[in-house]
């Protein structure tokens, strides 16, 4: 487990698509972590990206569970979370709103895909997407304010977790790196 002046450090894999030479995303998942960092560090947590992998193109679009099921193949075991930076996570069909984040873990029969988690932002997600996902993934379910990280609404320019939301993120956290740290 690796503690940097009391923080919990989660390792992180980053995964972009290429195209026509630009990484798709890569600006706007800087300021994503920039952003967690903001959220999280209060509560003694830091992400930390460890690598950045290249995805595929084909795997852009994630809106059908075949494609999410083609991502759980690359989230392997490794101790990082895997964090897939996509065009497309849903077919909108005209609906107003589009799905921008998801926290996504395997709980079918297939063994080999048993386990596997990520989590998944569109390149046109707002800022505070990627922590709000990281919050599932790290056992937090939705609130209701918008003024909470955790609200599924259109939340509130710089939104925070509770100080009780903290605390769980902190234990699940320490937790996730006491695991990672025995493999």
């Known amino acids: 487990m690796q503690h940097d002046a009391g923080l919990v450090r989660l390792p992180v894999t980053l995964h972009f698509v290429e195209r026509d030479g630009r990484v798709v995303g890569a600006d706007e998942a800087t300021r994503w972590i920039d952003e967690a960092h903001r959220a999280l560090v209060p509560h003694g947590v830091l992400l930390d990206v460890r690598r950045v992998v290249r995805l595929p193109s084909e795997l852009s679009a994630s ?8 991502l ?3 989230a392997v075991a490794d101790g990082t979370i895997h964090v897939f930076v996509v065009d497309r996570l849903d077919r909108s069909n005209g609906r107003r709103s589009e799905v921008r984040g998801m926290y996504w873990r395997y709980v079918g029969l297939r063994a080999d895909l048993r386990g596997r988690e990520y989590v998944a932002v569109t390149a046109r997600a707002p800022t505070s997407t990627l922590v709000h996902e990281i919050g599932h993934l790290l056992g937090l ?15 509130e320019r710089r939104p925070a977790f509770s100080a009780e939301q903290g605390q769980q993120l902190r234990v699940a ?5 006491a695991g ?4």
């Open 63 to 70: 809106d059908n569970m075949r494609a999410r099921r083609a």
């Open 72 to 74: 759980a193949k690359r």
């Open 141 to 155: 379910g939705h609130a209701r304010s918008r003024e909470n990280v955790m609200c599924s609404c259109d939340r």
């Open 173 to 177: 956290a320490v937790r996730r790196a």
């Open 180 to 183: 990672v740290a025995g493999r």
